[in-house]
């Protein structure tokens, strides 16, 4: 596609459940990253994925999080009972190899109630 | 560490009103340096960047000159529009760091006024 794509745009899930977010990078783009914006904050990096290289998870802010990258291409953010201060958006992006020049998607909006 | 300071908003301007959004970093070694802005309802978008010291970035506008003595990359506009109010990021990427990764500043919230 022309630019990053994530889903859901909008997820609410109850304390507790599982959540799985979704990023289509830009084609050809090696790189993908993670963050998070929560309300009236600034963005957290979680994760970052290059090539076939260890993904840098420093940024994850427990073990209930985790993402992976199948086949070089599509990300999934995987959330695990979830909890209140979870609630946040959770923005996907993507780059060249050699740029440092990072391509946001819209993000997915996920309220846990 | 690797960190980005911004100055904290919002930022009320009348349209035509000229612009500084301050920016300071610090970092091992010499990083890039970026601007981003997300505009209203939409996602970050890339306004300008600068790789090396003295550079300047510019779009629409807007401009930030990467200053290596005083760790800055101020963003300045000389004339406003209604059209420009939007949160700006600061963000820097560590050269020293291979994975690339961006440190956003806490962003700064823009609104002009007509």
């Known amino acids: 596609g022309a630019g990053v794509s994530q889903s859901p745009s909008n997820k609410v899930t109850e304390k507790g459940k599982d959540v799985e977010l979704r990023c289509d990078p830009i084609?050809?783009?090696?790189?993908l990253y993670w963050y998070r914006q929560s309300l009236g904050q600034g963005l957290e990096f979680l994760i970052y994925f290059q090539g076939n290289s260890a993904p840098d998870k420093s940024g994850l802010p427990s073990d209930r999080f985790s993402a992976e990258r199948t086949g070089g291409s599509v990300s999934t953010l995987t959330i695990q009972r979830t909890q209140q201060e979870d609630s946040a958006v959770y923005l996907c992006a993507s780059s060249s190899r050699d740029s440092r020049e990072a391509f946001f998607g819209q993000g997915t909006r996920l309220t846990v109630v | 560490g690797n960190s980005v300071t911004q100055m904290e908003g919002p930022v009320t301007l009348s349209e035509e009103a000229f612009l500084t959004i301050n920016c300071t970093y610090t970092?091992?070694?010499?990083?890039?340096l970026f601007w981003y802005v997300q505009y209203p309802g939409e996602g970050l978008q890339l306004l300008l960047k600068?790789?090396?010291?003295?550079d300047k970035g510019s779009n629409k506008g807007f401009e930030a000159t990467y200053r290596k003595e005083t760790t800055s990359f101020h963003l300045e506009k000389g004339s406003v529009q209604v059209s420009d109010s939007a949160v700006y990021f600061c963000a820097l990427s560590p050269r020293m760091d291979s994975s690339y990764k961006l440190i956003f500043g806490s962003g700064t919230r823009l609104l002009v006024r007509p």
């Open positions: 084609s050809g783009h090696t790189a």
């Open positions: 970092a091992t070694g010499y990083p890039s």
């Open positions: 600068a790789t090396k010291a003295d």
